[in-house]
């Protein structure tokens, strides 16, 4: 059997769907042959892809496995089908927040004057590996413990915590704060790319309610508006300031690493050593 690109997208629309009729409205086609272009595929690779006990399709083990592959794949066919790359190859990097924080936009700067034929094209995704493993960016700036596989990782820095809280609150009207400070508030997490969780506390003194989320203007705005207090980098206050919010050291947390990763074992974009040493010359001279 011979599988084709539409078999990944008709996975691909399901999976981000959840439902066979939503997916078939995106991809403008019938159920019944969504339903069978999905069928072939599992046939074709012997596994079950897709839960469908449920009302709401759920992934497999084998489906999350596969997404990030069939994604890459179609990021890859589309990236060598688009006619600018015939003159040009864009770096992508993507970040799922905060990038390089206040260096960010010198970076791009010099970037643009050192490599005027590479344009430099910085991407927000809210993402683990901001799109890195999906192939939507060539490499990505990514805060926290790395252990998804199959990446290549340099560390640029360490950043301090510093706590997110409530301009009104009491806690902003301390110079600093400790985690044990935070413990009586509600405390708000994003789940998908937030490099904090509750093991950050010692067991006796953790928060007793969470605020899950999706991505950072979420976070924001939970602690914006008094429902919450949060904990980041001190990358955050640099680009997201607010009269509603304020920033304080966390004087009892470790720092954050923030890393600069590629994927291993595909054919890298050839500027990816420029970006490294760029990077490293700006940090350099903070």
Known sequence: MTMELRHLRAFLAI??????????ARLHIGQPALSRTLRRLEDHLGVRLIDRSTHHLELTPAGRAFRDRAAAAVAAVEAALDPRALTVLPLRIGHPWAALGDHTIPL???????????????????????????????????????ATPGLVTELLLEEERVAVV???????????LTLADLAAWPLVLNTVAGTTTLDLWPAAVRPT??????NTDE??????VGRAVGVSTSATPRLHRHPALAYRPLTDAPPVPLLLAWRRGVPAHPAIPDLVRLTRELLADR
């Open 15 to 24: 999976a981000e769907e959840g439902t066979i009729t939503r997916a078939a």
């Open 108 to 146: 791009l700067r010099r970037w643009d004057e050192e490599h005027p034929d590479v344009p430099l094209e910085l991407r927000r995704i809210d993402d683990r590996t901001a799109g890195l493993t999906r192939g939507r960016v060539d490499v990505a700036l990514l805060r926290g413990e790395v």
């Open 166 to 176: 409530p301009a009104d609150s009491d806690l902003a009207e301390r110079d600093a």
């Open 209 to 214: 309610v969470t605020i899950e989320v999706t």
């Open 219 to 224: 976070w924001l705005t939970a602690v914006a």
